[in-house]
C-alpha cells in the first residue's frame, strides 16, 4: 500500500509564490516517475510537470518558466515551485506517483494518486 500526502496549498495573491510538496510512503516500494496535474473548476485534470527518479522534468507550456518540478528521492518526496501566479493557476493540484514492489520473484507496479491540494489565486 502506498499512500500519498500532499502539503502546500492555499491562497496567493497574483503574481505570488507557493510550493507544493508531496511525500510518498509504503514498505519496500520504489518510486518511479512523479509528477503533478492540477483540474480547474468544471475542466479536464491536465498534467503541469514531471520528473523522473533521475531527475529529468517535463514542464507544460502553460507553466514554463513559472513553475519548477523537483523531487528529494531519499524521503520519495516531490516539490512545485510555482511563482508568478495567475488566477488561471487555481484549481486542485494533485500528485502521482508511479510505484512498483516486489512479488515473488516479479516486480509489481502501479500509480497511485494524492487526494489533491487546493490553490486559489486572486486577481
Known amino acids: 500500500q502506498v499512500q500519498l500526502a500532499e502539503s502546500g496549498g492555499g491562497l496567493a495573491q ?3 509564490s507557493l510550493t507544493l510538496s508531496c511525500a510518498a510512503s509504503g514498505s519496500g516500494i520504489t518510486i518511479n516517475d512523479m509528477a503533478w496535474y492540477r483540474q480547474g473548476s468544471g475542466e479536464e485534470r491536465e498534467l ?3 520528473i ?15 513553475f519548477t518540478i523537483s523531487r528529494d528521492n531519499d524521503k520519495n518526496t516531490v516539490y512545485l515551485q510555482m511563482n508568478s501566479l495567475t488566477p488561471a493557476d487555481t ?12 512479488v ?19 486577481a
Open 14 to 16: 497574483a503574481g505570488g
Open 48 to 50: 503541469v510537470a514531471s
Open 52 to 66: 523522473s527518479s533521475s531527475g529529468s522534468t517535463s514542464i507544460e507550456d502553460s507553466v514554463k518558466g513559472r
Open 91 to 102: 484549481g486542485l493540484y494533485y500528485c502521482k506517483a508511479e510505484a512498483e514492489w516486489p
Open 104 to 122: 515473488g520473484t516479479q516486480i509489481v507496479g502501479m500509480d497511485y494518486w494524492g487526494g489533491g491540494t487546493l490553490v486559489t489565486v486572486s
